[in-house]
């Protein structure tokens, strides 16, 4: 169906925009407050945090298996209850589960923000973020993260280009202070400790978070993460995952407005491909399989076809220079594999 104010050639320009009713707020808030609890705690467990979560069992035999998966529910019940006693009772707890959550949160409103506050400035519809919150342990960091949905058409390429790129260069903005800190408060551990204390999981260190270490004169593989490095980390595989050039992620949007619809449809099939040969050898080189769930995304996103705006105008020369500078953050973000198992 076409909008009747694009078939004629008439920008938005005096378009009413839908404001948020209290209700809305109100809905939006509550997710925003549940999310928080659920970073919160997840900033407290494994891997993020101090307490071990992985279960002691060592099933050996298929019966042995199912009696652990039976005890599972209660063991998770127990572990969450156990992580909220250790919040509350002990005030070095909760300052780093809310330096986590706090600092996470921070980074992914950054991030929405952005693109809602682009979308006001296009006068086009756009719902507030919705935070998602999971339960500790199932999302690791207790969110799989928070979008907007955008209700009307775009009215031009320039619109698709800024409301894109304004989400990931908000939260990359956002992230450098967090992650300043993070870096400048890591403890340093000599090469004994580090061998003592070495856990299954090993978190890769974009490209940023290496410049920040060499200006602090700290060498990453003997340094432990605290709570604002693994926000921080968060936030630049955030980051980096939506400006992949797929569909309608954030990259997939930059690439649309720069390059076209033509381009943006190899783009993804493309990212799809790579991805799906990195999650291979992620898993047979590091045991992880975390980019397969990158891939999934990746292929369904690239069957989802890019809305066409009315305008069809090429971007100037100051936006194709901020598409560059969102190819340098992703280069800064971007880690083929971000998390190893040992």
């Given amino acids: 169906m ?107 409103l950054s991030h929405e923000m952005g693109h809602y506050i682009a979308c006001r400035l296009y006068r086009v519809d756009a719902t507030l973020p919705f935070f998602i919150p999971t339960p500790p342990m199932i999302g690791p960091a207790g969110t799989f993260g928070a979008f907007i949905k955008i209700l009307s058409p775009m009215p031009s390429r320039r619109a698709v280009f800024d409301i894109g790129v304004a989400g990931p260069i908000a939260g990359f903005l956002a992230l450098i202070p967090i992650a300043l800190i993070g870096v400048a408060t890591m403890q340093v551990l000599t090469p004994d400790q580090v061998g003592n204390q070495q856990g299954m999981i090993t978190f890769t260190d974009p490209l940023l978070m290496r410049l920040f270490a060499a ?69 047979y080189l590091y045991s992880s399989p975390s980019g397969f769930l990158i891939a999934v995304i990746l292929g369904v996103m690239m069957r989802i076809r890019h809305p066409r705006p009315w305008d069809q105008t090429p971007l100037d020369a100051k936006r194709k220079l901020m598409a560059f500078a969102s190819l340098v953050i992703f280069v800064l973000c971007f880690v083929p594999f971000p998390i190893q198992i040992n």
């Avoid at 609890?37 to 099933?59: H, M």
């Avoid at 968060?234 to 309608?248: F, K």
Wanted: net charge negative.
């Fill in 215 to 283: 200006a602090f004169g700290i060498n990453l593989k003997f340094a432990v993460g605290n709570a604002f490095y693994f926000a921080a980390w968060v936030g630049l595989l955030v980051t980096a995952l939506n400006l992949i050039p797929s569909g309608q992620l954030d990259g997939g949007h930059v690439i649309y407005a720069v390059l076209g619809e033509r381009v943006h449809h190899w783009t993804g099939r493309v990212a799809f491909a790579v991805m799906a040969t990195l999650s291979v050898l992620g898993m």
């Fill in 2 to 108: 076409t909008d009747p104010e694009f078939s004629d050639g008439h920008l938005y320009a005096d378009r009413h925009v839908l404001k948020p009713t209290t209700g809305t707020w109100i809905r939006h808030i509550l997710l925003l407050g549940l999310t928080f609890c659920t970073v919160t705690i997840a900033g407290t467990l494994f891997p993020f945090g101090r307490f071990q979560t992985l279960p002691d069992a060592d099933p050996q035999t298929a019966i042995e298996f199912l009696q652990l998966l039976a005890t599972l529910p209660t063991r998770y019940a127990g572990l969450i209850l156990e992580a909220i006693h250790n919040l509350f009772s002990n005030p070095e707890n909760l300052v780093y589960g809310l330096s986590f959550s706090i600092s996470l949160l921070f980074i992914l």
